[in-house]
C-alpha cells in the first residue's frame, strides 16, 4: 500500500469481518494505524476481533453486525458510517455452498448474488461516491482464482467472483484519475474457518500451498495502489501463468472441476 494511501484518513471499512480474511485486514489496517469499523453477522465473533484490536493497537473500533443478503441492513451501514471519514473500504464477505448447481435450491444462488455482487456494488458505489469527493482512498474487492474459469461445485460462487473481478478492474481505471485506488484480489486456497469447515480432501501434490489470511491480506495491502489485480502467492501465480499458457478454457474448466470434485467427494450426488 502507498504510503499516501495509509494517511488519507482515519476509517478503514472491512465488510466480512467477523474471522479470516476479514480479521486479517482488520488487524493490518489497525496496525497501519486506521480506525476499523467491522461488519458482518455474528455478534460475538464481531466482539472478539474488536477486543483483539483494541487490545493490541491504539485506535478506535466500531462494530455494525449487518446481513449483507438484506437491503434494509445496507442502509444501517451507510447511516452508521455517515460522520466517519471512511477512506478505506473492504469488500470481504461472501456466501457460497459447495454443491452441483442443480443441487442447490434456487434461494441458494440468489443469496450468493446478492451478497456477492448486489450489496457489494451498492456498498462500492456509496463509499466510492463519497472518496470521489475528497479525492483520495483506496478500495479492495475479495474475489477469487474460481473467478478465472468456470469451477463446478461452485458455479454461482465463481461467477459473482468473476463479476467482482471484472467490476474491480474496470473501476481501478476510472477511479485512478480521482485519487482513488482499487485493487482486486483473487486469491486461491487460503486457510480460513470457511476453508477448514468444508472439510476438504487432501489436494493434489502438485496444488500450490494453501496460504494463511495473514500472508494473503500482507500481500494484498501491499499492492494497493500499483496495479488493478493481483493473484497473492507465487505458487499460485505460476499455477495460474501455466494453465493459460499450456490449456484452453476446455482444458482449464476440465482440470477445475477433476481438482473440486477430488477435495469434494461427500458433496458430489451419486
Known sequence: ??????????????????????????HELASRGFNVVLIARNQAKLDLVSASIKETYD???????ADLSRNQDLEVIKNACEALSV???????AYS???PFLSQ???????????NCESLTDLVYHFAN????????????????????????????????????????????????LNVDVLVCCAGAT???????????QQSKFAPPVMTPESVVKETISKLGTQPFLIPGRSNRIASFFMNLFMGNKEKVNVMGKTMYKMYPQNIED
Not at 16 to 24: T, V, Y
Open 1 to 26: 500500500m502507498d504510503n499516501s494511501v495509509s494517511k488519507q484518513g482515519e476509517w478503514a471499512l472491512i465488510a466480512g469481518a467477523s474471522e479470516g480474511l476479514g480479521s486479517a485486514f482488520a
Open 59 to 65: 485506535v478506535e473500533v466500531k462494530v455494525i453486525q
Open 87 to 93: 477512506s478505506m473500504f473492504v469488500y470481504n464477505a
Open 97 to 99: 455452498i459447495i454443491n
Open 105 to 115: 435450491d434456487i434461494s441458494d444462488h440468489k443469496k450468493t448474488i446478492t451478497v
Open 130 to 177: 463519497k472518496m470521489k469527493i475528497k479525492r483520495r482512498g483506496g478500495i479492495i474487492l475479495m474475489s477469487s482464482m474460481s473467478s478465472l474459469q468456470g469451477s463446478p461445485l461452485i458455479a454461482s460462487y465463481a461467477a459473482s467472483k468473476a463479476y467482482i473481478r471484472i467490476l474491480g478492474e474496470s473501476l481501478w481505471y476510472e477511479m485512478k484519475s
Open 191 to 201: 486457510s480460513t474457518p470457511n476453508f477448514i469447515k468444508s472439510k476438504p480432501e
